[in-house]
């Protein structure tokens, strides 16, 4: 290879490992506010992935686009290119390094996965997998258990130490939350983007589920597996606050009387809906409002 | 190819082309030649695509204010339904088959496909598949509304009480394009393996050939899982069994194992065959053979195996242990070493060539750059934690539009202009082909490319109306949809008058090197006058080697 070229795709190359880092590095802005210890995790793990990617994607893409302008054959030039069949040392080590790349991906997302130490289903009778150390100060043990009931289409939270129901999450900040989740009818998914965390709901089934909030704010929890005609409204609040004001909120809750929750899939099933396009087809009749000891009659408008 | 190759070749023989030109109407007709059922299949996938692509606009002109203000939310969901069957069922597994039935059988030197009859029944099946499927719209119960998945319990609520339910035509319609599917992977297979000319070789045989063969045996152990679960919720919805009713003690999530354990395989079924085609088109328009051919040739394969052991990477967010993730984890990052080879094959095949940008080069080459932004977030989307984040959010969205759109679309396009003048004998219009390709490269990127922040920000896929701060990015998308739509319309200007009027085609327009390109355009109704005789590899560019010893007897100029 002549000396210049060599040049050039040394140069080439730390351009594209410069770009690549930023890249990386402003993927942390694609995502809503780090709410929870997993999404520090996750969100470095996808930084990453976004900085190889970048790397990857771009260094092929040039090579075809150097192709594209440089190696036009000329109007009346009808010959062949090079009779280049193939080039042994060359494809073995493109075959090492997607070999090598693979093991190195799932090395470092095994890594992560073991750190965010979620409680899938059945986590109990399949490999522990241990906790890391997170990079913040939280504690190990669930502090806090939560019974989640979803139907179609409403949110209920159950507190049971405190014995108070509401249709929307209040966490304490810091404090590792377990989630008992269940469903009345169909597949739902609890998903709160701001904690980057996901779980299918499964009828007949008790999942546990942990997480830890971090920041103090309120979020959007949403249902993530589709569930019928008023899916998109499934949604509620998710309100980290301090310990302290978790437990104001939860012995001001318990002193509320149980009534019943504004629920926009209801609202919409009764209300005479004006849309350009109206079919009629028949739907299954939303659940009664829940009737819980707190809610909120907000329309959903919320934080990213 | 030697000269005399070339001008043997470009004999341009009139009577066919009065054939063809004569006898349009035999493609209304139950035929059993493999380039009419090949045509047949074309065409009326393409329909289809028209069809599912006029459902995606209205999703997107749905989506682009965050409330559901243009169609009910009944309607809104059987959009998405039938836009995702239609797509996949009804677009582009009968397309790519179409293709196959068109190209293979010349591509291996048979003069037809093993079981003509069997291939025109296949066929057939695709318009009741679709009329069932439309059927669907004007029962009372409205069409499919639960998701091309369908999984339960969802699918086997049934609020009209009814029997015959848009479901219920949907599971029977889905059925029946499996069966139809199986009859046409069966023709394939043995084709492929019986019908070979002499000296056509495994190791002779054009890329496109083994990708389709590879692609085909994944429908060969994968199809009966998919009827099966289909068969099953048929009956749960029916008759009252309970395999997956969680109410009367059954496992959803049982379904979604039958399901995926097809259905992730069934993309690669669309894809291998994309895989071919940008094999075929990348050495004639770089005029270098393939790099690598025989290891390109084998990572087919390999795929088709690999697709088999991934199916739960679709439900790890589902009711799925730890361990099981991390083990599809593992597999799943897998499929990508045989893909990398493969990409970097085409990519040394371009490199140092004497490039052509025709418009089917430029529609591979668009499609292999967005195959590569698709690998690279399919990658992300494989490592759970960013999964347990992303999945069923507008992510996933983005990312299987760059494989369904970016590549197996445009792929799909890339080889509708290549091999058209071969199937009509007649040549397109370049200038058409270029605005075409231009628009639907902006058109798909506007459209696809903004998915991916609207879902690392958490939106989800399949919501009728989204909260405001999602506005931004979705308008950008709906505006890139509309764009693709019309991206069609030159495309169906430049096909339909060309194949009415456009300038006869030689038998060798692109000087390719392949059996389909030594014979006449379009091609005799038995291909061949003589069995072909093979003496040498594909894609020799560079080369003067002959590619068949008996080319006078292939043609029929016997002296
Ligand atoms: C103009 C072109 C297209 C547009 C604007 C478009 C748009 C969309 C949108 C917005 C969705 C999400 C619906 C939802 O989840 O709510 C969707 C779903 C889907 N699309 Fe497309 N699409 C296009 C072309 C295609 C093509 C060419 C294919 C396949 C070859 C395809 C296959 C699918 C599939 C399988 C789904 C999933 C459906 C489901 O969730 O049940 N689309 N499309
Ligand atoms: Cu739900
Ligand atoms: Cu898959």
């Known amino acids: 290879m002549k000396p210049r070229n060599i040049v050039f795709i040394v140069a080439y190359a730390i351009a594209l490992t410069g770009i690549s880092l930023w890249m990386g590095q402003l993927s942390y802005s694609w995502f809503p506010p780090q709410a929870s210890a997993e999404s520090l995790l996750i969100d470095k793990l996808f930084a990453f992935l976004v900085t190889l990617g970048t790397f990857i994607f771009l260094g092929i893409t040039g090579v075809m686009i150097y192709s594209v302008v440089f190696q036009r054959a000329t109007k009346y030039d009808f010959s062949d290119g090079p009779h280049i069949e193939g080039n042994v040392t060359l494809e073995v080590v493109w075959t090492a390094i997607p070999i090598l790349l693979v093991f190195w991906l799932a090395g470092y997302s095994y890594y992560i996965y073991d750190q965010m130490a979620i409680r899938g289903p059945m986590e109990m009778m399949h490999l522990s997998m241990g906790h890391g150390d997170t990079t913040t100060a939280v504690e190990e043990q669930p502090t806090e258990e939560i019974e989640v009931i979803s139907k179609q289409w409403a949110w209920v939270f159950r507190y049971p130490k405190s014995n108070v129901t509401s249709t929307e999450l209040h966490l304490p900040a810091n404090h590792r939350i377990k989630l008992a989740l269940t469903s009345e009818d169909v597949l739902h998914g609890l998903y709160i983007p ?3 965390v996901k779980q299918d709901i499964v009828p007949n089934e008790t999942i546990d589920f942990e997480f830890t909030p971090i920041k103090e704010g309120t979020y959007r929890l949403r249902d993530s597996q589709f569930s019928g005609t008023y899916f998109a409204t499934m949604q509620t609040n998710v309100v980290v606050e301090s310990p302290e004001d978790y437990q104001t909120w939860l012995a001001e809750a318990k002193k509320r ?5 504004y629920n926009q899939a209801a609202a919409e099933y009764s209300e005479h809906t004006q849309r350009t396009f109206k079919t009629g087809w028949p739907t299954v009749i939303p659940a009664d409002p829940p009737v819980v000891n707190y809610s909120k009659n907000e329309s959903p408008l919320s934080p990213l | 190819m030697t000269d005399s190759q070339v001008k043997t070749t470009n004999i341009i023989t009139e009577s066919y082309q009065d054939l063809s030109a004569r006898n349009w109407k035999r493609y209304f007709s139950f035929s059993t030649d493999h380039k009419v059922i090949g045509i047949q299949y074309l065409v009326t996938s393409f329909i289809f695509f028209l069809i599912g692509g006029i459902f995606a606009m209205v999703i997107r002109g749905e989506l682009i204010t965050p409330e559901a203000d243009l169609v009910d939310r009944t309607f809104y969901n059987g959009m998405f339904t039938m836009h995702g069957t239609i797509m996949l069922f009804l677009w582009t597994f009968p397309s790519l088959v179409g293709l196959a039935n068109y190209l293979v059988p010349i591509m291996i030197g048979a003069k037809d496909m093993a079981f003509p009859r069997l291939n025109a029944a296949a066929f057939w099946m695709v318009p009741i598949v679709g009329t069932l499927m439309m059927a669907s719209f004007f029962v009372p119960s409205g069409s499919a509304q639960s998701g091309w998945w369908s999984y339960p319990p969802v699918s086997l609520q049934n609020p009209t009480g009814q029997l015959i339910t848009g479901q219920f035509l949907w599971i029977l319609a889905v059925a029946i394009s499996g069966v139809s599917s199986i009859m046409g992977a069966v023709n394939i297979v043995t084709t492929v393996v019986k019908m070979r000319a002499p000296g056509m070789t495994f190791f002779r045989m054009p890329i496109f050939v083994w990708a389709v063969f590879s692609a085909q045996i994944i429908q060969l152990f994968g199809l009966p899982a998919l009827t099966a679960g289909a068969v099953m919720l048929l009956f749960d919805l029916t008759v009252g069994t309970s395999f997956f009713d969680p109410s009367q003690g059954g496992n959803p999530i049982l379904f979604q194992h039958f399901f995926w354990f097809y259905s992730h395989p069934a993309v690669y079924v669309i ?15 770089s005029r270098k053979p393939l790099f690598g051919y025989k290891i390109v040739a084998i990572s087919s394969l390999l795929i088709a195996a690999v697709s088999g052991l991934v199916w739960v990477h679709h439900m790890y967010a589902s009711g799925t242990p730890g361990w099981m993730r991390m083990l599809f984890m593992l597999s799943t990052m897998c499929v990508s ?10 990519v040394a095949t371009i ?3 004497k490039l052509r940008l025709n418009t089917a080069m430029l529609f591979a080459m668009g499609a292999l750059i967005m195959f590569i932004f698709a690998g690279v977030t399919g990658i992300m989307l494989s490592a759970v934690p960013v999964d347990i984040h992303v999945n069923n959010t507008y992510f996933v969205v983005g990312h299987f539009h760059y494989v369904l759109y970016g590549t197996v679309t445009m792929g799909m396009y890339a080889a509708i202009y290549h091999w058209f003048p071969k199937m009509t004998g007649r040549m397109y219009y370049e200038s058409w082909g270029q605005v075409h390709f231009w628009l639907a490269f902006i058109g798909t990127n506007l459209n696809f490319l903004p998915m991916h922040p609207l879902g690392l920000q958490g939106m989800l896929r399949r919501v009728a109306s989204y909260d ?32 009415i009027q456009g300038p006869i085609a030689p038998s060798n327009p692109w000087r390719a090197i392949g059996l389909e390109w030594l014979i006449a355009s379009p091609p005799p109704v038995e291909n061949f006058e003589d069995t072909p005789i093979i003496v040498s590899e594909p894609y020799s560019y560079g080369k003067s080697d002959p590619l068949v010893s008996n080319l006078e007897g292939v043609l029929g100029h016997h002296e």
Do not use: D, H
């Not at chain 2, 895989?275 to 004639?284: D, H, L, Q, R, T």
């Not at chain 2, 709906?478 to 495309?491: D, E, K, V």
């Open chain 1, 194 to 196: 701001a904690f980057r």
């Open chain 1, 257 to 261: 009387k149980p009534s019943p929750a």
């Open chain 2, 468 to 499: 405001p701060e999602y506005t931004f990015w979705n308008v950008l998308a709906s505006l890139g949809a509309f764009l693709l739509g019309m991206s069609t319309l030159p495309f169906i200007v430049n096909m339909v008058s060309s194949w």
């Open chain 2, 271 to 285: 894809i291998l065959p994309i895989f071919g085609i940008f094999s075929e088109i990348f050495p004639v328009y």
């Open chain 2, 337 to 346: 070493v045989p893909t990398g080879i493969k990409v970097f094959a085409w």
């Open chain 2, 351 to 353: 490199w140092g060539g």
